[in-house]
């Protein structure tokens, strides 16, 4: 090339489109867990976007080449116009996953769903004992409704994935909470340790598991993993608060999900309204595709070039993303810092004075759990 040649402007990297999109229909549920992840100040039933929107979402999503919706909530059953929406994913190639509390669902409503194209549904339980699950989700029988609604989601012929959200208060019952994933013929069984921002940071200290509950837990894990090879897969990961690196929250900021808000507000992960400073973009004026590209905020955490040290110069920088920005936030007060859960942070003794603090009041009684209500109504029909 000589002096006079035009140098070509260097490669802006291709923003890849979001794999999936979790679509919060509302924050309405009948259930009051105290660990709940979402937002303190919870959208009321008359701020929730409408069906219109809702349905250009999808149809956008389609053409942006999102591959899966995650129908959730609050409880995304409370939504009257769930059919539509799951009808007009399935239009679009959307693989759809629905995430219920299932109290409200029935046969006739499971029935109805699969018909519109549903391809998969979640099923969330408290605990395997039942009366531990009715107090933890302070819902009435809530846990016998959930069994036996997972018979009517098999036999509705759905596949099941069942979660089960683990903290102090029933990690003891872990293996029971294996044992009937396997019993409910569910393919997948999650079990996820309470996430502590949005609510469940108000209980953390009723919450958090010990040390010694942790490792019995591991090895619970490891040897349904060993007994169920082949027929059921289980998703675990080691609770931030004793990994020595964080989990990539999100699959990294902005990279794999986008999140709607029952008002319709586009967010890289359910939690980024507690992150100061961030005008967060509403899908009732902008498109996916443009929020997804352009925004401010979704650029402001995305890739590795915002990283102080040490994330800047570790190999795993794009294995993990620098972890979790609103734990950060949550944490250190800063939303760019490097996650706490990372042993290479300088904040990492927060994360090991919040383990000694739960191992200290391990054996004495768990604080009282405190509790949060939101009305919720409807059925799918
Ligand atoms: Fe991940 Fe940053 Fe820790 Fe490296 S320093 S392991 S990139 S959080
Ligand atoms: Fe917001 Fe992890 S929950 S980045």
């Not at 409910?184 to 940071?201: K, M, P, T």
């Not at 890739?303 to 795993?316: I, K, L």
């Amino acid at each position: 090339m000589n002096a006079l040649s035009p140098v070509p402007p260097a490669p802006v990297p291709a923003i890849e489109p979001p794999l999936a999109l979790l679509a919060e229909l509302t924050h309405r549920c009948p259930l009051q867990c105290p660990y709940c992840a979402n937002p303190l100040e919870m959208e009321r039933a008359a701020s929730e976007l409408d069906t219109a929107a809702w349905l250009r979402v999808l149809d956008e999503a389609a053409a942006l080449g999102v591959l899966q919706v995650h129908f959730s909530g609050g409880e995304p059953t409370a939504r009257k116009d769930l059919l539509e929406l799951v009808r007009r994913a399935a239009a679009g190639g959307l693989y759809s996953n629905l995430i219920t509390s299932g109290v409200t669902l029935d046969p006739a409503a499971l029935a109805a769903l699969a018909d519109a194209g549903l391809d998969h549904v979640q099923l969330s339980f408290q605990d395997a004992d039942a009366t531990q699950a009715d107090r933890i989700g302070g819902y009435r029988r809530g846990h016998a409704r959930k069994l036996e609604v997972s018979r009517q989601i098999r036999d509705a012929g759905l596949p099941l994935t069942a979660n089960f959200v683990v903290h102090r208060q029933n990690l003891e019952r872990l293996p029971e909470m294996l044992a009937l994933g396997e019993e409910i013929g569910a393919s997948r069984i999650e079990i996820a340790h309470v996430q502590y921002y949005g609510w469940a940071l108000v209980n953390r200290a009723a919450l958090m598991p010990s040390r010694a509950q942790l490792e019995r837990a591991n090895e619970a894990v490891a040897e349904a993993r060993e007994r169920l090879r082949g027929r059921i897969t289980i998703d675990y990961v080691v609770p931030d608060y004793y990994a020595a690196r964080p989990k990539a929250c999100m699959g990294g900021w902005a990279r794999r999900i986008i999140n709607i808000t029952p008002a319709g507000l586009a967010l890289p992960c359910h939690a980024a309204e507690t992150l100061p400073g961030f005008q967060w973009p509403s899908v009732r004026t902008a498109s996916l595709g443009a929020i997804w590209q352009d925004d401010p905020g979704f650029n402001r955490y995305r890739g590795t070039s915002w990283m102080p040290e040490p994330c800047r110069s570790c190999d795993q920088r794009e294995v993990d993303w620098g972890g979790c920005r609103c734990q950060a936030l949550a944490m250190t007060g800063d939303a760019g810092a490097t996650d706490p859960a990372c042993a290479l942070s300088p904040h990492h003794f927060m994360m090991a004075d919040a383990v000694a603090d739960a191992d200290a009041v391990a054996e004495g009684p768990a604080p009282a759990l405190v509790y949060r209500r939101i009305r919720t109504a409807a059925l799918v029909r």
